[in-house]
């Protein structure tokens, strides 16, 4: 686990950036991606269709292994070292009294998972996943977005360095969550400057705001999208000025993932709304990219569908946290297990 002190430490040295400005280095990976392998994908199909009539068994298994084989490039993956990613962040917003729970909620979240207390501790036991917990600097919350950026290109670009990380070790599948107080409020606001609308078209309950909290969460989106008017045509500016640790974190962590051909898992708003800034920089981003499960909120099931994302489970699985990833990764390893009946 990351502590505070050392990736305080690591943001403060800089990323290891090659260009002037941080954020260039970001934007040629983007436009430079390699196209995921279609040709494994389709022998990965016509193998589950010979090794015992796929034709009749649920869709999504044969969709699973094509899957994939396009993101690893090869025609039938083995799944050997998977990996759950969970990011930990805080945010100045959370003092607008966005989220029923205080910011102190994240860091015990944090240590429930290091004590091998969570949910997911014992989701990735049974499942045998590796278990990364990386927390970003929780005493260093972000800038309140409705009133001042989240961070510096700076610090953004070294967090998503940082991010890229979590593939660091060898991984063949990454599950990614997270916790974060007041980051529900934090994804609404992105989903909104990178598509349109206002703070009421994009909130929700996030971790049970009540009715009047939900109108103050859109009003506090309002507010953000007014402060950073202008300032919306680039998806990486979006993402430092109404971002958050853990969504640039989330961000290089999914962008290593599409570089080194690894399939990822993504649970709950930040993750999506993550993903989304990369999508918008380059739709082929997420090529290699699932749901866990499928979003109930309506704003997420509407962000779901503008970047393209389908969900392995066709259930809410928990939303964010890694619990839904975790299951969902599970799910992806049995799924294996149904070709030429090994």
Not at 1 to 28: C, N, Q, W
Not at 103 to 114: F, M
Not at 137 to 164: K, Q, V, W, Y
Not at 228 to 240: I, N, Q, S
Request: glycine share 12%; with cysteine.
């Amino acid at each position: 686990m990351a502590t505070p002190e050392v990736y305080a430490r690591r943001i403060h040295a800089g990323s290891k950036m090659t260009s002037g400005l941080p954020f260039d280095d970001f934007r040629s990976l983007l436009a430079n991606l390699s196209p995921v392998d279609v040709a494994a994908s389709n022998s990965a199909r016509i193998e589950f269709r010979q090794a015992g009539g796929d034709r009749n068994s649920p869709a999504t298994v044969e969709g699973v292994a094509a899957w994939l084989a396009g993101s690893r490039g090869r025609a039938m993956p083995a799944v050997g070292r998977p990996v759950l990613a969970i990011f930990a962040g805080n945010h100045g917003v959370a003092a607008e009294g966005v989220s029923p729970r205080p910011q102190s909620a994240t860091a015990e979240e944090v240590a429930l998972c290091g004590s091998g207390g969570a949910a997911v501790n014992r989701l990735c036991a049974v499942g045998d996943l590796g278990l990364k917990v990386l927390d970003l600097a929780l005493d260093l919350p972000t800038g309140n977005i409705s009133r001042e950026a989240a961070f510096d290109e700076r610090t953004a670009a070294a967090t998503m360095a940082f991010g890229m990380e979590a593939i660091a070790g060898g991984a063949d599948l990454l599950g990614i969550g997270d916790f974060g107080v007041g980051n529900s409020t934090v994804a609404a606001a992105i989903a909104a400057a990178l598509f349109g609308g206002s703070g009421v078209d994009w909130v929700g309950a996030g971790s049970g705001a009540d009715e009047a909290m939900i109108a103050r969460k859109a009003a506090v989106v309002d507010r953000a999208l007014a402060c950073h008017a202008g300032h919306f045509d680039d998806p990486l500016e979006v993402l430092r000025r109404l971002g958050g640790r853990e969504f640039a974190a989330i961000a290089g962590a999914i962008l290593a993932a599409r570089i080194e051909k690894i399939p990822a898992i993504l649970d709950g708003y930040a993750a999506m709304t993550a993903a989304a800034v990369l999508h918008k920089a380059n739709p082929a981003a997420l090529d290699h990219c699932r749901l866990a499960s499928a979003p109930i909120e309506p704003a997420q099931a509407k962000l779901a569908a503008l970047i393209g994302l389908k969900p392995l489970l066709a259930f809410d699985a928990g939303g964010s946290g890694g619990a839904g990833a975790a299951i969902a990764m599970i799910a992806v390893k049995n799924a294996l297990l149904c070709r030429q009946g090994t």
